[in-house]
C-alpha cells in the first residue's frame, strides 16, 4: 500500500461544477498536510496547507479527517483555469523541515 | 516574489554522459530538497539539505547521484552516468519552515 493514494481520475466537469478529491495517507502520526496545483509539465504550486481545523480560501476548501487518515479538496464553481493535476501532500515525521510524500495526483478537467 | 531558480530547465543527453543541475533556494531559506517527478507520479525525494549538511540521502542513488551545497545556498545534483531510466523532471524546493515551494524544475531526457 502506497503511504499516500489519490484517485487518478481523470475527473471531468462542467464549468459551474462543485468538485471534490480526497486523498488518504498510511501514517497516523503525520503531522502536516497540503494540497499543490501542478499544471502540464510546470512545477508544483502550493494551493493549501490544510489544517486540523480545515480553511478555505475562495472557492477552495481544504479538510483533514484524522480518525480516517484522509484529507480532501473541495473547489466550488469550477472553472476553465482550475483544470490542472491536483497533488496531495503529507510531511513526514515530526520535523518542521522534513520530506513530503506525495500522492500520483488527480487531474481535473473543466469543460465549458 | 521570492522563487526558487532552477537551470538548465531542459537538458538531453546520451546514456552514460553526466548531467549536472543546479539550484538557488529562496534567500534565507536554510533546507534545500531535491525531488524526482516521473511522468504520471508525484515527486519523490532524493535528497535534503539543512545548510550546507545532508539531512537525508536514503533515497539518492549513491552509485551515480551525488549532490552538494558547499556554502548553504546554492545546490548541485549531479548524475554519472545518466541512464535511460533517470528520465524525469528533476525539482528543487526550498522552504524556512513547513512549507516547501518548488522551482520550475529540469526536465531531463535520456536517449
Known amino acids: 500500500r502506497k503511504e499516500v493514494e489519490q484517485d487518478p481520475g481523470p475527473f471531468n466537469v462542467p464549468e459551474g461544477a462543485t468538485v471534490a478529491f480526497n486523498c488518504t495517507y498510511s501514517n497516523s502520526a503525520s503531522q502536516s498536510f497540503f494540497w499543490y496545483r501542478q499544471d502540464c509539465r510546470k512545477e508544483p504550486k502550493l494551493l493549501m496547507s490544510v489544517y486540523s481545523s480545515g480553511n478555505e480560501d475562495g472557492r477552495f476548501t481544504a479538510q483533514l479527517n484524522r480518525a480516517s487518515q484522509y484529507i480532501s479538496l473541495l473547489i466550488r464553481d469550477s472553472k476553465l483555469s482550475d483544470s490542472a493535476t491536483y497533488l496531495c501532500a503529507v510531511k513526514a515525521g515530526s520535523s518542521n523541515t522534513g520530506k513530503l510524500i506525495f500522492g500520483q495526483g488527480t487531474t481535473l478537467q473543466v469543460k465549458p | 516574489e521570492a522563487e526558487v531558480a532552477q537551470s538548465p530547465r531542459y537538458k538531453i543527453t546520451e546514456k552514460s554522459q553526466a548531467v549536472a543541475f543546479w539550484c538557488d533556494p529562496i534567500?534565507?531559506?536554510?533546507?534545500l530538497y531535491w525531488y524526482r517527478q516521473i511522468l504520471g507520479q508525484g515527486p519523490e525525494l532524493l535528497v535534503q539539505?539543512?545548510?550546507?549538511?545532508?539531512?537525508?540521502d536514503s533515497q539518492l542513488p549513491k552509485d551515480r547521484f551525488s549532490a552538494e551545497r558547499l556554502k548553504g545556498v546554492d545546490s548541485t545534483l549531479k548524475i554519472q552516468p545518466a541512464e535511460l531510466g533517470d528520465s524525469a523532471m528533476y525539482l528543487c524546493?526550498?522552504?524556512?519552515?513547513?512549507?516547501?515551494?518548488f522551482g520550475p524544475g529540469t526536465r531531463l531526457t535520456v536517449l
Open positions: 539539505f539543512q545548510d550546507e549538511s545532508v539531512v537525508d
Open positions: 524546493a526550498s522552504s524556512l519552515g513547513v512549507e516547501q515551494f
Open positions: 534567500s534565507g531559506h536554510a533546507t
